[in-house]
């Protein structure tokens, strides 16, 4: 048993050194966990209980005792039970949970609701049933009073759930993925609810602008119970990422992706992403955590009402920027001259490399043209996974960016059938 145990935890402190999306908390993640998690302490096993069983005597003492917990590291005038975040549940393994936020936009003149996820936590293959498939439940907390004590008929289930003197319903709540970016792009998918479930819920509202010196906050659920956390401070920023502070250990993040990042004002910052550790601030590679800003929920929520077609403003370097649609993400990149002769040439591993980028365009003044490749991700026919292009695959589209003018010239395979 120990020796099982001190394996686990070996692997998770690898895993913390990988970057966020690698980080996919599915099956392998998932097992992992639970089997370091197998001894734990009684209390653990009661704030489990609390967000997972029907009360009955025990349960109910264990509630209060995680309601507690939760309301020592809850600023006031924020309710985690009403209905402005949610779960999504693993139906193959009900211990396997992921963060989910709920928001509201306005989309020509009309207020909506939405709810946004990570998009890693949807299977690459239709294989893998350790992730959430295009069709799933939300799992939402909400307190009696906001219900009315009326279960609206698409409710797919319900039950009850008794905290100090208030009573709450766990409800869920049919939902879809309706639209997402790629992982190594912005890694966030839109959901979209069903009509009178959407009713029950509270959005927040995006954020008009985040300032560095603001201190952000993050509701969320972890693989075990609600999580809170207090102080992230903002590390840095670029245009595609805010990168903050994590004071929470490896096993305790499990799960959190897609929950809400806040401001001051409780209004939503971004999503997180995922964390890792980072040279990148200090030789000692303190965790940093991933927010995607929340401007980017709006391109989601055009493409929902655009056929799954919008065209996103993608970050190459300072200064630099081209339009791609929501779907696709970099394969392969060139520094070309101004004879179209290439200068150098290289593939995208993961994230696209703004930064080294950067480098080259210093190293390589002669450069005149910036050639990116893509793939794009695309459903898979039993909408269970959302599918990568093969890498053998010829790219989806080429891009000629033209680094004087600072605009796409010409653009390849963009008639090419779906």
């Known amino acids: 048993m120990m020796k099982n145990i001190l394996t686990a935890f070996i692997f998770i402190f690898l895993l913390t050194a990988l ?7 599915v099956k392998l993640g998932g097992r992992i966990v639970k089997k370091a998690q197998a001894n734990s302490t009684q209390k653990t096993k009661s704030a489990r209980a609390a967000l997972t069983s029907t009360p009955d005597k025990n349960t109910a003492a264990a509630i209060k005792q995680a309601t507690r917990k939760i309301k020592e590291k809850t600023i006031p005038y924020l309710s985690h039970k009403d209905g402005h ?3 999504a549940v693993v139906e193959a393994d009900p211990d396997i949970r992921f963060s989910g936020t709920v928001f509201e936009i306005e989309h020509h003149g009309k207020k909506e609701i939405y709810g946004a996820i990570a998009t890693h936590i949807i299977p690459s293959n239709s294989n893998n049933v350790f992730g959430i498939p295009r069709h799933f439940n939300a799992t939402v907390y909400l307190p009696q009073s906001q219900t009315n004590g009326h279960i609206p008929q698409d409710i797919l289930s319900y039950s009850l759930i008794q905290e100090a003197n208030d009573v709450y319903f766990k409800m869920n709540i049919p939902a879809e ?4 970016f790629p992982i190594s792009t912005f890694d966030m998918a839109l959901v979209k609810f069903s009509a ?21 906050r993050s509701v969320g659920y972890n693989h075990w119970r609600f999580s809170f956390i207090p102080q992230r401070h903002i590390l840095r920023k670029t245009p ?3 990168y903050t502070s994590m004071p929470l250990p490896h096993l305790e993040r499990v799960g959190l992706c897609g929950s809400a990042v806040l401001t001051p004002k409780n209004e939503l910052a971004g999503i997180h992403t995922g964390s890792r550790i980072d040279y990148f601030f200090s030789d000692n590679g303190p965790t940093v955590s991933y927010v995607t800003p929340a401007s980017y929920l709006r391109f989601l929520v055009k493409a929902y009402h655009n056929g799954g077609k919008a065209n996103v403003p993608f970050y190459l370097a300072p200064g630099h920027f081209m339009k791609m649609d929501i779907s696709e993400y970099p394969i392969s990149f060139q520094l070309l001259g101004e004879k179209h002769t290439v200068l150098f040439s290289d593939r995208v591993h993961f994230h696209f490399p703004h930064t080294r980028l950067n480098q080259l365009l210093k190293q390589f003044p002669q450069a005149r043209f910036l050639r990116v490749s893509t793939h794009r991700i695309t459903w898979a026919k039993d909408a269970k996974a959302l599918l990568m292009t093969p890498d053998n695959q010829p790219p989806y589209k080429t891009y000629l960016y033209d680094l004087q003018k600072r605009k796409v010239v010409n653009a390849t395979g963009t008639n090419r059938s779906k």
């Open 196 to 216: 009178e479930g959407e009713k029950l819920l509270t959005p927040f509202t995006l954020a008009q602008r985040v300032s560095k010196k603001e201190i952000l």
């Open 85 to 87: 975040i949610f779960m």
């Open 177 to 180: 993925i309706v639209a997402a």
């Open 240 to 242: 595609t990422t805010i």
């Open 19 to 25: 970057p966020a999306a690698a980080q996919k908390p």
